[in-house]
Every structure is written in C-alpha cells, then in structure tokens.
C-alpha cells in the first residue's frame, strides 16, 4: 500500500506562485506513476500533470508552460510548481500514485487564486 500528504496549498494573487508537495510512504519503490489531479467547484476531477518512473511528463493544455511536475529520485516526495496562477486555477489539488494496478489518492489541498 502506499500513503500520501499534501501540503503547500493555500491563497495566492493572480500571477503569483504556488509550490505543492506530496509525501508517499509505503511500498513507493513500486509506484510507476505519480500524478496531480485538480477538482473545482461543480467539475470533474482533471489530470493536472503526470510523471513516469522513468522520468517522462506530461501537462494538461491549460497548465502547460506554468506548472512543472517533479519528483526527488528516492520517489519519497513529489512537487507541482505552479507559476503565473489564474483563477481559473483555483480547485482543490490531489496527489495521485499507481502501483501494482492500484491507484491511491492523497486528502487534497485547497488551492484559491483570488485578488
């Protein structure tokens, strides 16, 4: 099993910055993909970012150029940094991991982009 906590969220002006962290535990050495997810008010869940065991990314049209995923190369720890924030932004952001076919969802992080 693999457990997850975010932290970093919180408010932030129009173009400002934002960095999100997400600690795993557990079986992380079997994680193959990690993953943001981001859910606003009245809408689906989105995929926000993704990142490979193998270190390959990939963005959403609507983050791309302003947010980059990264993860430190034990796998413990991984980050969003979110640059250039919008309002549209604002949502509540989730780590995701897969290992071994399973999916496993951290608790959220509330992320509001407001003047």
């Known amino acids: 099993q693999v457990q997850l906590v975010e932290s970093g969220g919180g408010l932030v002006q129009p173009g400002g910055s934002l960095r999100l962290s997400c600690a795993a535990s557990?079986?992380?050495?079997?994680?193959?993909?990690r993953a943001w997810y981001r859910q606003a008010p009245g809408k689906q869940r989105e995929l926000v970012a993704d990142?490979?065991?193998?270190?390959?990314?990939d963005y959403a049209d609507s983050v791309k150029g302003r947010f980059t995923i990264s993860r430190d190369s034990a796998n413990n720890t991984l980050t969003l940094q979110m640059n250039s924030l919008k309002p549209e932004d604002t949502a509540v952001y989730y780590c995701?991991?897969?290992?071994?076919?399973?999916?496993?969802w951290g608790q959220g992080t509330q992320v509001t982009v407001s003047s």
């Open positions: 557990g079986s992380i050495f079997s994680i193959n993909v």
């Open positions: 995701y991991a897969q290992s071994r076919g399973y999916g496993y």
């Open positions: 990142i490979t065991s193998g270190g390959r990314t």
